[in-house]
């Protein structure tokens, strides 16, 4: 199916199931440790091995010498792969660096070594005893000093100019030229890497911890050098990704490789210090705004260049795209440079682009609305657009900024705040809040799925699609369960696997939408199907309440399928509305943090997200989607921070008891609301998508209200006390 205008009337209209608040249909398999994730497919891959990666201790040279014969000889020891062993391997389209090194070391803690054993312990015992011998080679390590040497990057993102930027910035009588750091972040889900690889003569499985299921199989069919018909990947639940689980990693891999050598299935899971170096990450960033605006608060000017590194032939942080967006002005620039860095791959992590993007461009705003002596809800109000500001003829199909900024100053309370810094007391604490414009693109992906009816009217769905605790499983079952009309327990849905039709996958806030709209088209085909098997006409045949409706005649759903399954299959594909208009994601951010005024410590103390993100398929998981990522701008605002050793080359911080992420007690109460919005721009849905657009802008809206509490600027992220003590305002004495 074709989605080539936009989408009129149609059963997801219904919202008989879709659009209500549904309990996810995999919570009882979570909730009781019994859904499989890829480290536990036990009854699949049975008397699995287990592999012990081994990680390169330097960060930029080459092995001069591996001795494994000790290791070999150790207690339970089946195999060992290693590069000279792997033989010539290819590499995927979708990794920067190989994914098992030597002699070259790309990176620290690149996988130079798998040992397989009987156990985890023979196995971790083993790779202890291999003797390694390095050539060192001087690294890059430092995004500052990387900055002066950094190139335009070969992207699809190039440079931006629009007007005369330098021309309006100097003429603006209101200028602010600010820049900001972001520091390199991790993805730091609760699953490791993790995959369990088993081979059947030349035939391959995979089960893996993965967001994109094609994706996945055709890098690794690439790396191994084998067809991918020969390769299934197999990921039905995933622990947490982030983007971290885009592509496949070391693990994987190595899982193959160890399997293959042990003639066995070998199970491998990522220790922790090398998840943080052997995997990917956010780039670290330095961002420098420059915008000029009319003292009545016109942007007439506005400029984002940004800085970032990766690996040879990486790619940038592209942290300048929504600014090219999200405010008006006729004089624009933007522009990224990207440094060559000898640190870990650095790509995909919620949000790319526009998390470490707004959390520079936000703050910028709001120094913008001090020296303005405005407030910045009505700054940012006033400078909204209803078109692409880059291309005037190109309107927004959904635009509800001002909704989301308006609506929210009412719920929090925006008109009780203190405009002048450092006012407002509770005891120890200076109290203050923050506001932040939320925005992410909104991005459809071709998508398809299997959908099969038996005669007792069970709906079966089968797609590659993944649920990386998403919820994934309950919109695709709504959205079938809202075309066949019949209710959600008797729909059975069934993800992750690459033999079932190639999906969108989980990534870039693109899937929830994408994968519903390819169930949508399988269930048209099936409800044609059915319609002729029973002497209907589709069009006018009504399916509801497991019951197939024309004039007086209603027949059961299931006896179409009387004389055996009926099946059908489609894909959604997409042609050009998205540039006809532009297809975005709005929303606005608000904080209030409390400031000790004796430590500097900041505590969040109340959230608030409101947010235009087209139709909620379902508000509860939308919620949830919502508030963890208000978590993870909570994590990246105060604490998250990959320490880079810049005499070694590696993340220092490299485990969970050194790379500070929120808990519990970090984190309030937090509010979400959702504007009641559809999109029929974007799918016959009518959807867009929310996962990431939660935790854009806030960081910097908590940022804000730390400047609000106590007069402190922090351009530097993450805000910690030891950039906040020395400025704080006099604390009051113990005494009082």
């Not at 891959?45 to 592999?51: Q, R, S």
């Amino acid at each position: 199916m074709k989605f080539t205008t936009p989408a009129t009337t149609n059963p997801i209209d219904q919202l008989k199931v879709v659009g209500r608040a549904t309990d996810r249909i995999d919570g009882p398999l979570k909730t009781t440790g019994t859904a499989p994730y890829a480290y536990e497919q036990h009854a699949a891959a049975p008397n699995a091995a287990y592999g012990y990666v081994l990680g390169a201790a330097i960060a930029k040279g080459r092995i001069a010498s591996m001795d494994i014969i000790n290791a070999r000889r150790a207690p339970g020891v089946l195999a060992i792969v290693t590069a000279e062993s792997a033989g010539k391997l290819g590499k995927g389209k979708m990794n920067t660096a190989p994914l098992l090194g030597g002699p070259e070391i790309a990176h620290y803690h690149q996988a130079i070594a798998l040992v397989v054993a009987e156990t985890f312990e023979q196995a971790r015992a083993a790779a202890q005893l291999i003797e390694v011998q390095y050539v060192k080679a001087e690294g890059k390590f430092d995004l500052a000093r990387g900055k002066a040497t950094a190139t335009k990057p070969k992207s699809d993102q190039p440079d931006s100019k629009f007007g005369d930027f330098a021309g309006a910035f100097a003429a603006a009588p209101v200028r602010l030229d600010a820049t900001y750091t972001t520091p390199d972040q991790s993805h730091a889900m609760m699953e490791p890497h993790a995959s369990i690889a088993a081979w059947q003569g030349d035939q391959l499985t995979v089960w893996t911890s993965n967001q994109m299921i094609d994706w996945g199989r055709g890098d690794l069919a690439r790396t191994l050098n084998i067809p991918k018909d020969k390769l299934r990947i197999v990921s039905p639940y995933i622990g947490g990704g982030f983007g971290g689980k885009l592509f496949v990693r070391s693990e994987a891999l190595l899982a193959a490789l160890g399997a293959k050598a042990a003639q066995r299935p070998v199970k491998v899971a990522l220790q922790r210090p090398l998840m943080m170096n052997n995997t990917t990450h956010r780039p670290a960033t330095i961002q420098r705004l420059r915008i000029g605006a009319t003292r009545a608060g016109k942007i007439t000017a506005i400029g984002h260049e940004s800085w970032s590194g990766d690996q040879p032939g990486g790619k940038p942080e592209t942290a300048v795209m929504q600014t090219r967006l999200l405010y008006a002005g006729a004089n624009r620039m933007t522009a990224m440079r990207l440094a060559v860095l000898d640190l870990p791959e650095g790509n995909a992590m919620r949000a790319p682009g526009e998390a470490p993007g707004l959390m520079a461009l936000e703050i910028a705003i709001d120094e913008l609305a001090e020296k303005l002596k405005m407030d910045p809800v009505v700054l940012r109000i006033l400078n909204d657009t209803k078109v692409d500001p880059e291309k005037p003829g190109r309107p927004f199909s959904q635009r509800r900024l001002i909704d989301c900024l308006r609506t929210g100053a009412v719920e929090f309370g925006w008109k009780e705040r203190n405009a002048t810094p450092g006012q407002v007391r509770d005891g120890r604490w200076l109290v203050g809040m923050g506001v932040a414009a939320a925005f992410r693109n909104n991005m459809v992906m071709k998508s398809g799925a299997r959908v099969r009816l038996n005669s007792e009217g069970v709906v079966t769905v089968e797609t590659d699609m993944t649920d990386i605790g998403t919820g994934s499983y309950t919109i695709i079952a709504q959205t079938a369960a809202e075309m066949m009309g019949v209710p959600l327990e008797k729909v059975v849905v069934r993800l992750g696997d690459s033999d079932y039709p190639v999906s969108a996958g989980s990534g870039g806030q693109w899937g929830g939408n994408s994968s519903t709209a390819g169930v949508y088209a399988a269930c048209v085909r099936l409800r044609q199907a059915v319609a002729l098997k029973l002497g209907m006409d589709d069009k006018v045949a009504r399916f509801s309440d497991g019951q197939v409706l024309q004039d007086e005649r209603q027949v059961p759903l299931g006896q179409a399928a009387a004389g055996g399954d009926i099946v059908a299959e489609d894909s959604m594909e997409y042609g050009d509305l998205d540039k006809k208009f532009q297809q975005s994601t709005f929303g606005a951010h608000f904080v209030e943090v409390g400031v000790d005024s004796y430590t500097g410590e900041v505590r969040v103390r109340r959230m608030l997200a409101v947010c235009a993100a087209g139709r909620i398929l379902n508000p509860k998981s939308a919620r949830s989607q919502v508030i963890g990522a208000m978590t993870m701008g909570v994590g990246a605002a105060l604490m998250e921070d990959l320490v880079v050793d810049k005499k070694v080359g590696f993340f220092v911080n490299h485990d969970l008891a050194g790379y500070e992420v929120p808990v519990h007690a970090d984190i309030p109460h937090q509010e979400v609301m959702f504007l009641d919005e559809t999109d029929p721009m974007s799918s016959p849905m009518k959807a867009k998508g929310v996962g990431e657009l939660g935790i854009c802008g806030v960081a910097a809206a908590i940022a804000n209200a730390v400047y609000n509490a106590t007069g402190v600027r922090v351009r530097d992220y993450p805000v910690t006390l030891d950039k906040l003590l020395a400025k704080l305002p006099a604390a009051p004495s113990m005494a009082a």
